[in-house]
């Protein structure tokens, strides 16, 4: 278990990352959580791996005017503690919290994470329901932003390109006061997610997300469900979710669709106790 | 002796491993050593077509073809109907399971010679697969062993008639269950380096072992060497758990490349190799049907067993080691009147089966606890009162059971009464139902077993075996300085050895436990041993230092009568010195006498030495038996199929325990290990043969919040048999938890119907279970 030969470039500007970005089998090691045991299984084969998290515009975390942004190679600890000044929403501290070890939270970054995008993790979930706008930018410093719900296009894959890397998370600040619903399923503490439930309304945004996540695609959107809790108030019964997660994903097995829809429902009633 | 049997002293071994300066095989530093990488089949069976070398780095990749004089691992069985297995270190003609070895590559650094391994081409071609045992029996199975009839190693039977029984028993209770296939997952896998020591004209290896001088034999035997041409070292190792307990193909290949490249050569077993190659113990399956009278009484047990022990038989202990403990231990600790039981141990496309921790037991025990538990529902008694009902009681004791096996000392059903006292079984009904308001569903469940320790020659006879473990020898010196020195063959693979067989010389020779020094595992410096494996480490090592000790003590009381001048009979050995009366002279007084000063002692000294080698065995050579009742209460999430253990206490009897808080330890690390067993534990393999378990995201071990905080209690009822009373402890824990927590699950699954019979119980398998109930309920309700 150890990688090909590869060369390990720290940059020094994200100018230069970029740069290096865009030569044919180089990539962004920002945590090395999840790309360290790829490495190591040959499951990737770089010829470079270029180090970002000690630029220091990626690790900011900071308000413009109405909006929330996090730097990329903010470590999941750093958000888990929240010492850094400004108010995180605090579903994403709650999620932080759980996500695998303190050890592994203390180098796994969140943009690395949703660059990774597995969909057992728990930050491409917990970003769409939330509303995230990721900001990424190109070899030639162009930046573009893309919102978390259309970023992932499946597991495993989403909308960057060879020479492109995310740098910031941006969500509104008022996102801090949303009520929301957060439940996880796993085997084990620390263990990858086998279903994820979530919930984000915000009343005065007039925003009402549910998202299901850990279904080995892309977190799942259920905006027909959002909208009638947004509007009713109450939670839908388990039934109704059991027939729209069967029409959603009509290849989940039943074991599964249980444990999706027991996620899904607990979140609902973290926000809706019935 | 403050420090000897029985003192709770913490383990000299913790401060080396607390401070990181212990020295595993990966821990070695050696000039000029390189670092091995295998090419590992990736099919389940497959003829080999060809192999290509990468161009310019022949010499140093190997296929079996270079591997001139190395012969295969074949372990032989006394047994008349065995079919004996070929495991050629690297595989010659065919592969039978992934991860199978076919060539081996040095380089510098192990990254290089995985690009070597990466750079072979092995041609391939497929064979049909057996992923069960059900397909390999099947009628005109391809065959993994060209020359054999079918795919058995063995079948074995035992036979009472149950004819009469049958007819006439008011209840019968019929049961198929299942055990998954595990890895052991120690801490430190596998190891071994390899040098040629030119002075010594000497193959040194240095490996990560349980049995350091059973490796000595088993690697002469394969290289053509004599055993003197062979030093076996076992460094610090960091789990062994029986994994570490048979001659494995890498140690040879390690070895010879070691002698012809003229250099130092190591190979580390990595994380993947480990779930695949090593996914080789547990996976059992039953049919049982019980018959027991309207109270619950026992009456007779007929049992088939099959054991899926992969591709080829590990040396020395046979693919059919575990297949006959599974048939000699399924009556466990019950008194059994009658009892058939066929076993078969089934060759598969897998690693070879090697013996885990508890060996069959944790098997048969979950199998026998089960249906106990469906005998009490059968009968509409409490569980725990059938069971106890059925133990064989402290009035019956020696009692020797329907398999034959001796159990010592104990009274099994105090150990059961004791249990549900801990966990106070009495008011367990009334939390049930309190629980069960608002919407919680809790179970109780029980497991009793017995751990046979220490058994020797006739019983390891009996099941065939090649090689067999008798006596055990020791060595106990006292050093110039006044210390103490123990030599043992055995080896401390995190049990605590090193300190309890220190313990028992400190009882002796009335020496702080600081003082004495204890080398193990190290074939060029320790006495003989068949190494640590059965529980056999604490009564035949802790014997053995024990006998030595004694002479020794002997031998110190006479050259301190001496100097003394009075009778030795007149002396004392106490506090480090012996005495007369008042007037003493030391240890070390003693020593420097007898090493630097022997003008002071008279002529006729007797010149035996300071130096005792002696041999023990118990004075019954069937075992000593330890036994234990475990509790659980579990609280089943019925919507996620999680289990949470709410409560978790063991009640045991070792005989004497030489240091309780070692025993704790046992106690809390295998019950851990059973906890594994029981809900986590599993390699899953695809219809191709395929490990789909190869990382520990996909191969859930327990972590520390998956784990109870154990309680635990203790009676001590000594053997007669065995010195100082010890019984062997070390598999005991991880035994019963399978049977206990499951009996829990089923128990808070009455309700919905469901029943789990395969373990791990996964949260898949518990909502499968209530799934299936409950489409049973409907149709049935549709039907009406």
């Known amino acids: 278990m150890k990688p090909v030969p590869f060369s390990h470039n720290i940059a020094d500007t994200l100018q230069l990352a970029s740069k290096a970005l865009n030569t044919d089998g180089s990539k962004i090691i920002a945590g090395g959580q999840s790309i360290g045991p790829m490495l190591n299984l040959r499951l990737v084969r770089p010829t470079t791996l270029i180090g970002v998290t000690r630029l220091e515009e990626l690790q900011k975390i900071h308000i413009i005017g109405d909006t929330l942004s996090i730097g990329a190679a903010v470590t999941h600890a750093r958000i888990e503690d929240g010492i850094d000044g400004v108010d995180l929403p605090p579903m994403m501290r709650h999620v932080a919290r759980s996500i695998a070890y303190r050890a592994v939270r203390n180098k796994g970054t969140l943009g690395g994470s949703l660059a990774h995008a597995d969909p057992a993790a728990d930050w491409v979930t917990t970003m769409t329901a939330l509303d995230a706008q990721l900001v990424i930018r190109d070899a030639r410093g162009k930046s573009r932003r893309e919102p978390m719900a259309s970023f992932m296009r499946g597991a495993y894959r989403t909308g960057l390109q060879q020479d492109e890397c995310i740098t910031a ?3 509104p600040v008022a996102m801090g006061q949303a009520l929301w619903g957060y439940d996880k399923i796993c085997r084990k503490v620390g263990e990858f997610a086998d279903a994820i439930g979530a919930i984000v309304i915000h009343p005065d945004l007039k925003y009402a997300r549910v998202v299901v996540g850990a279904t080995e695609d892309a977190p799942l959107l259920l905006p027909d469900m959002a909208r009638e809790i947004a509007r009713t108030a109450t939670a839908p019964s388990l039934g109704d979710i059991d027939s729209t997660l069967a029409t959603y994903l009509p290849g989940a097995s039943r074991v599964k669709r249980q444990l999706l829809k027991t996620a899904l429902s607990r979140a609902i009633a973290k926000v809706i106790p019935s | 002796m403050k420090t000897g049997i029985g003192a709770k002293v913490p383990r000299k071994e913790d401060a080396r491993h607390l401070n990181g300066t212990a020295q595993f095989v990966g821990d070695i530093k050696m000039s000029h050593l390189w670092e091995a990488a295998y090419v590992r089949s990736p099919l389940a069976h497959a003829k080999i077509k060809s192999i290509t070398k990468p161009e310019g780095f022949e010499d140093r990749v190997f296929s079996m073809a270079d591997m001139v004089g190395l012969g295969p691992i074949a372990a032989q069985s006394t047994l008349p109907t065995y079919n004996q297995s070929n495991h050629w270190p690297l595989a010659k003609d065919k592969v039978r399971f992934v991860g199978e070895c076919i060539v081996m590559c040095v380089a510098p650094t192990r990254a290089e010679a995985e690009d070597l391994a990466e750079a072979v081409i092995v041609d391939l071609e497929p064979l049909p697969v057996h992923v069960t045992v059900d397909t390999a029996l099947a009628p005109n199975a391809e065959k993994l062993h060209d020359e054999w009839e079918n795919n058995l190693f063995l079948t074995t039977q035992f036979d009472t008639d149950l004819t009469e029984i049958r007819k006439t028993a008011a209840v019968v209770v019929e049961r198929e269950y299942s055990t998954a296939r595990q890895c052991m997952a120690p801490m430190e896998g596998k190891g071994a380096l390899a040098y040629w020591d030119g002075k010594a004209d000497q193959l040194v290896i240095y490996t990560s072992t349980q049995v350091p001088h059973l490796i000595r034999t088993g690697l002469a035997e394969c290289m053509g060497l004599d055993q003197g041409e062979v030093r076996v070292i076992a460094p610090d190792v960091g789990g062994g758990f029986g994994y570490k307990c048979v001659l494995q193909p890498e140690e040879l290949t390690v070895g010879w490349a070691a002698k012809h490249l003229g250099r130092p050569i190591r190979w580390t077993e990595d994380r993947r190799e480990h779930l695949t190659a090593g996914a080789n113990t547990r996976e059992h399956k039953y049919k049982m049907t019980a018959y027991a009278d309207d109270t619950g009484r026992l009456l007779g047990v007929d049992a088939d067993i099959w054991v899926d022990v992969g591709a080829y038989s590990v040396w020395p202990f046979t693919a059919c080691l575990e297949a006959a403990q599974a048939g000699g231990n399924l009556p466990g600790p019950y008194d059994l009147g009658a009892y058939a039981c066929r076993t078969y141990s089934v060759a598969t496309n897998k690693p070879g089966f090697t013996p885990y921790r508890g060996v069959a037991r944790p098997g048969v025990c979950f199998a026998m606890e089960l249906t106990i538990d469906a005998i009490a529902r059968a009968v509409g008694r409490d569980p725990l009162d059938v069971r106890r009902l059925n133990l064989v009681p402290g009035s019956k004791m020696p009692y020797t059971n329907i398999t034959g096996k001796f159990y010592d000392t104990g009274d099994y059903p105090e150990a059961a009464r004791q249990a549900a006292e801990m966990i106070d079984a009495k008011s367990f009904a009334k939390r049930k139902a309190e629980a069960a308001s608002t919407g919680r569903h809790l179970g109780i469940g029980f497991s009793s077993f017995t751990e046979q320790s220490a058994h020797g020659t006739k019983v390891f006879a009996s099941w065939g075996l090649a090689l067999v473990p008798g006596y055990e020898q020791a060595m106990v010196k006292l050093a110039p300085t006044g210390s103490v020195e123990v030599k043992s063959g055995n080896q401390t693979t995190g049990q605590g050895l090193e300190t309890t067989i220190a313990q028992v010389a400190s009882d002796w020779l009335s020496l702080d436990i600081s003082s004495i020094k204890v080398t193990m595992g190290d074939t060029g410096m320790t006495p003989y041993s068949t190494g640590a494996y059965a529980s056999r480490g604490m009564v035949m090592a802790g014997g053995a230092v024990s006998k030595a000790s004694e002479e020794l003590a002997r031998r110190i009381r006479v050259l301190g009568a001496h100097l003394l001048q009075c009778k030795a009979e007149e002396t004392e050995l106490k506090d480090g010195a012996v005495f007369r009366g008042a007037a003493s002279v030391s240890l070390k007084q003693i020593a420097q006498a007898w090493y630097l000063r022997p003008d002071l002692l008279p002529d006729n000294i007797e010149t035996t030495g300071m ?45 004497t325990r030489v240091n309780p808080l070692i025993l704790d330890g046992q106690s809390y690390g295998g019950a851990a290990q059973g906890i594994g067993t029981a809900l986590f534990e599993e390699v899953i393999y695809d219809s191709a ?54 009996n829990a699950i089923n128990d808070a699954l009455t309700p919905f119907g469901a029943e789990i019979n395969s373990i791990p119980a996964t949260p898949h398998r518990i909502l499968q279970a209530i799934f299936d109930a409950r489409d049973a309920r409907e149709m049935l309700e549709a039907a009406e």
């Open chain 1, 169 to 171: 998370v941006e969500m």
């Open chain 2, 611 to 655: 130096e005792v080698t002696e041999g023990y065995k118990p004075t019954i050579d069937t075992g000593v038996f330890t036994y234990a009742t475990h509790a659980a209460v579990v609280e089943v999430d019925i919507e996620t199929g999680k289990v949470d253990i709410l409560d978790y206490v063991i009640f045991e009897d070792c005989g």
């Open chain 2, 689 to 742: 043969g395929q490990p789909l378990t190869s990382t520990l995201a996909d191969y859930i071990l327990p972590g520390p919040a998956e784990l109870p905080s154990f309680r635990l209690g203790h009676s001590e009822s000594p053997s007669p048999y065995s010195r100082h009373g010890i019984k062997g402890v070390g598999e005991g824990a991880a035994i019963a938890p399978s049977g206990a927590l499951v």
